[in-house]
């Protein structure tokens, strides 16, 4: 069962091919799966690393997965990826968005007065 906020089998398929495959060399990794429903429910709560539920794995390998896949790269490619690949079928659509608010500086922002 995909609870709320996880992968579904559909985008699973999608992903799957373009994770960096299993490294031959010590111990096994942890189910790419699991690991990024783990990774996924942090960044959707805000909660502290700590606090992934255990059924994702051990927070310290979400932790570990998720800061080595953003140092080389591979989070930057997937999203690449998808987009190109969505894109080419027409499912982007690429709007600007321009945030036009200004904020005042308040008048005594400018620091103090020179003497003299």
């Known amino acids: 069962m995909v609870r709320r906020g996880e992968l579904t089998d559909k985008a699973w398929q999608r992903i799957e091919p373009l994770l960096p495959a299993t490294d ?65 079928v027409g499912n982007v659509e690429w709007v600007v968005s321009i945030d036009s608010t200004i904020a005042r500086a308040h008048q005594h922002a400018a620091g103090a007065r020179k003497r003299g």
């Not at 909660?47 to 932790?63: A, K, L, V």
């Open 24 to 88: 031959a060399r010590g111990r096994p990794w942890r189910d790419h799966r699991q690991v990024i429903d783990g990774i996924l429910w942090r960044l959707r709560t805000g909660s502290p690393w700590r606090d992934i539920p255990e059924r994702y794995g051990p927070w310290q390998t979400c932790y570990e997965r998720f800061k080595r896949w953003d140092e080389n790269g591979t989070w930057a490619r997937l999203l690449e990826q998808m987009q190109v690949k969505d894109d080419s």
